[in-house]
């Protein structure tokens, strides 16, 4: 219980800052950003929100009993949103402000595909979850 409720609050403080970098982004950024960086910047946002939704979902589903507990999985997802959408960010703002062989830059690339992968880790450690043994 203690726990669902750190990432319910962990999901919902991930929402409003993904509104926030959304607003940042189609407003003190449109003009910075070409298409591809708002195109990456968006991406991060969708993924954020998206998955931050889930985690809320799943909160839902271990407090009804439908999903055993699944501190794991929040974990990973957590984490994956972190990675998979913060170096998107990074990346999008790395190519309007920063040199083309920054240090940023090259330690960002590999995180994207890591935080991704933890994504999936997570939903996929969620299906395995279910909890079959529900009573109708």
């Known amino acids: 219980m203690k726990s669902t409720l750190l990432f319910l609050r962990v999901a919902i403080l991930s929402i409003s800052i993904g509104i926030i970098l959304g607003a940042f982004g189609a407003h003190a950024l449109k003009d910075v950003f070409g298409n591809y960086e708002l195109d990456i910047w968006n991406k991060g946002i969708f993924y954020q929100i998206t998955n931050s ?13 439908l999903l055993k507990k699944s501190k794991l999985a929040m974990s990973l997802l957590t984490i994956g949103i972190i990675f998979f ?18 240090w940023i830059k090259i330690i960002t690339i590999p995180i994207t595909p890591i ?6 880790a997570g939903w996929i450690l969620t299906f395995f979850n279910i909890n079959n043994n529900q009573k109708k």
């Open 53 to 65: 939704l889930g985690i809320i979902l799943i909160v839902l589903l271990v407090e009804s009993k």
């Open 85 to 102: 959408s913060g170096s998107l960010y990074t990346i999008a703002l790395s190519k309007v402000f920063l040199e083309p062989n920054h």
């Open 115 to 120: 935080g991704g992968s933890l994504i999936i």
